[in-house]
């Protein structure tokens, strides 16, 4: 259970990464980026905790996750990503001269 427990922090710093890349890109809503990074924290702190304080491991821990990836889902599949930043970000990096 406990060597599991590594893959699951694991895990939670890639939100927590994905967050932080989220927040800075600006083709979606920062607040998505801010959903992800908490959730991830807070898949981080419950994988420690079952290690540390079973007693404190509680399923609550891992709501802002799944809050964060159901805002991203839907937000994903409603909106999208902004295409006009996209296209101008990439004339900027790739000019076509």
């Known amino acids: 259970m406990y060597g599991g ?3 699951f ?3 939670g710093v890639a939100y927590i990464i994905q967050g ?3 927040f800075r890109s600006g083709f979606l809503p920062k607040v998505l980026g801010v ?3 908490f959730g991830g924290l807070g898949f981080v702190i419950r994988s420690f905790a079952l290690a540390l304080a079973p ?3 509680s399923l609550g821990l891992l709501l802002p996750t799944a809050v964060a990836g159901i ?3 839907a937000w994903l599949l ?3 990503v902004d295409v006009a930043k996209w296209e101008e970000k ?3 990096e790739h000019p076509t001269n």
């Open 5 to 7: 427990g590594l893959f």
């Open 9 to 11: 922090v694991i895990g």
């Open 20 to 22: 932080y890349v989220i």
């Open 35 to 37: 959903l992800l990074a």
């Open 55 to 57: 007693a404190y491991a």
């Open 71 to 73: 805002a991203l889902t």
């Open 78 to 80: 409603v909106k999208g």
């Open 90 to 92: 990439a004339a900027l």
